[in-house]
């Protein structure tokens, strides 16, 4: 069983929401690379100014990072980054930081420099930020906290072994370490992921967004391709501006249908190889409906060797019954000039077409898997028995009373009496002087 609409359209938008949460997995990839690559510049210039254990440690401490930055980068550029491999990151960059600020017990200053130099405090939130860049509030939460507690571990070994004097007021400086600041520091930290959290949430709900726009707009020009298939460009916009149009239950309109017809096409069928009959329903086709999207009608569909075509839905044409007589003289005047161009002893090409105008109940008839948009009633009958009556009547062009008052302003010539099956009587009809 095929999947539903909305769900086959929630696996599309998931799949584009996955697209851009790979492409900013990309850019964190590369800012990591790139403050590997400027903090590795830092550590050579600092080299001198700091004692060569916290330098040493430092080292190895950079190169650590690095080195996995270089391994995401190399996953992810290839697009085969496992999904563990975002958690394995947010670790490595908050422990990196952590650590790197540990390097601090090593240098002249120990644990006073651990404890309030701001380079450290500033990484943090940088590497947060590089967590938060998944679009996962989960990881880039997760990320905050592992950072608070591995500042506060961090505080307690310091206080612990005494390697610093401590003080309950705000103090800063090397006579001792204000804990409340440290402990707000902590605080913070936790804060921070809630608030990179925040971002990630909006950043993704920033990709859902997009995603749905893009499928949104890739349905919107999908739907419009296809109704350029079967109506003008004009009908065609006010189709997709007005959706409610293409009405799902059926809606009762009036309209002008028009029935055409190849005539003799069968005995040409029979003597031509299949691609050949092909290529010339193709060409005639493709002049018929032209013209008819040139006069505002719509192409209900194709009928082997004929046309069924509409004038007045999906849009209401209050000359429509004009339109389809126009449209029907400009067919019959294009065949005579394409059976002009056939080469001597050529199959004579020739059409019938037949017009009625009333009422007609149009929508969305078929299955639910497979529906298509069309108008039927008895107008539309009586259009294709009208077709039917032109090679009966040696006739191009034959239509129905109401077509007759519909469409002043043509040479019409009334035919004699005929009956037609699903009408009483017999009903006045007429044929248009096409020349």
Not at 6 to 30: G, N, S, T
Request: overall charge negative.
């Amino acid at each position: 069983m095929s999947a539903s609409a909305p769900q086959v359209f929630a696996d599309k938008a998931r799949q584009l929401v996955e697209a851009d949460a790979r492409r900013f997995e990309r850019i964190a990839a590369i800012l990591r690379l790139v403050f590997g690559g400027l903090g590795g510049v830092a550590l050579v210039g600092n080299w001198e100014s700091n004692s060569l254990a916290a330098m040493l440690f430092s080292t190895v401490v950079f190169a650590v990072e690095l080195g996995w930055a270089v391994v995401v980068y190399a996953m992810v550029h290839a697009q085969r980054a496992p999904p563990w491999s975002k958690w394995a990151s947010a670790v490595a960059d908050v422990t990196f930081v952590t650590a790197f600020s540990a390097s601090g017990l090593l240098n002249y200053s120990g644990a006073y420099e651990t404890l309030l130099a701001p380079l450290v405090l500033g990484l943090y939130p940088l590497f947060l930020l590089l967590t938060a860049l998944s679009g996962s509030v989960r990881l880039t939460v997760f990320a905050g906290a592992l950072a608070a507690v591995e500042r506060l571990g961090l505080l307690l070994h310091i206080v612990d072994r005494g390697l610093v004097r401590t003080t309950d007021i705000a103090s800063y400086g090397t006579d001792a370490v204000g804990m409340p600041d440290q402990y707000t520091i902590v605080v913070f930290l936790l804060v921070l992921g809630g608030l990179f959290g925040a971002l990630s949430w909006l950043l993704r709900s920033e990709w859902q967004r997009s995603a749905e726009e893009t499928l949104h707009k890739l349905e919107a020009e999908r739907q419009q391709a296809h109704f350029r298939k079967y109506l003008s460009s004009a009908v065609a916009d006010f189709v997709v501006a007005n959706p409610e149009a293409m009405t799902l239950g059926g809606a009762r309109r009036v309209a002008s249908v028009v029935f055409v017809d190849i005539r003799d096409f069968t005995p040409f069928a029979e003597a031509q190889r299949p691609e050949r009959v092909v290529e010339f329903l193709n060409q005639v086709f493709s002049e018929l409906v032209a013209i008819v999207f040139k006069h505002g009608g719509t192409l209900d569909k194709f009928l082997g060797d004929g046309l069924m075509a509409v004038f007045g839905v999906p849009q209401d044409l209050p000359d429509a019954a004009a339109r389809a007589v126009r449209a029907a003289i400009e067919m019959q005047a294009c065949i005579h000039r394409m059976d002009a161009s056939h080469a001597a002893g050529d199959h004579p090409l020739k059409i019938g077409v037949g017009i009625a105008h009333g009422d007609v109940v149009a929508g969305n008839v078929g299955s639910p898997d497979r529906m298509e948009y069309t108008v039927i009633g008895d107008t539309v009958n009586y259009a294709a028995r009208l077709q039917g009556l032109c090679k009966d009547l040696d006739q191009g062009i034959v239509v129905s009373d109401a077509v007759h008052e519909g469409a002043p302003g043509f040479r019409y010539v009334q035919m004699p009496p005929v009956r037609i099956k699903g009408k009483t009587g017999t009903p006045v009809i007429w044929a248009v002087l096409d020349r």
